[in-house]
Nanobody
């Protein structure tokens, strides 16, 4: 069974950087395109960035384009989100999950990113 574990969040000043990681305890992680999402209390979870199975293709929400970079290491069953030039509006809980017509895996606990204004 897949168990997603996000880590790397924290408190960072505007303009700072963080690198998030998402690890999977199973062995099928590398078979799926993966996405990062974020959620603010009271709002819908929103797409942030996505990466193909091989890592050759990436795509981003307009709000993070040019500032965030998604990558993956299939040998380590891990996907990353490098976040630069952070803004207060990036404050959220960040989650990863697969992109699949079969739906999402169970969500992990997420990792909190806080950028004070």
């Amino acid at each position: 069974q897949v168990q997603l574990v996000e880590s790397g969040g924290g408190l960072v000043q505007p303009g700072g950087s963080l690198r998030l990681s998402c690890a999977d305890s199973g062995r099928i992680f590398s078979s799926y395109p993966m996405n990062w999402f974020r959620q603010v209390p009271g709002k819908e979870r929103e797409f942030v960035a996505g990466i193909s199975t091989s890592g050759d293709s990436t795509y981003y929400a307009d709000s993070v384009k040019g500032r965030f970079t998604i990558s993956r290491d299939n040998a380590k069953n891990t996907v990353y989100l490098q976040m630069n030039s952070l803004k207060p509006e990036d404050t959220a809980v960040y989650y990863c999950n697969r992109r699949s017509p079969y739906g999402y895996w169970p969500w992990g606990q997420g990792t909190q990113v806080t950028v004070p204004s």
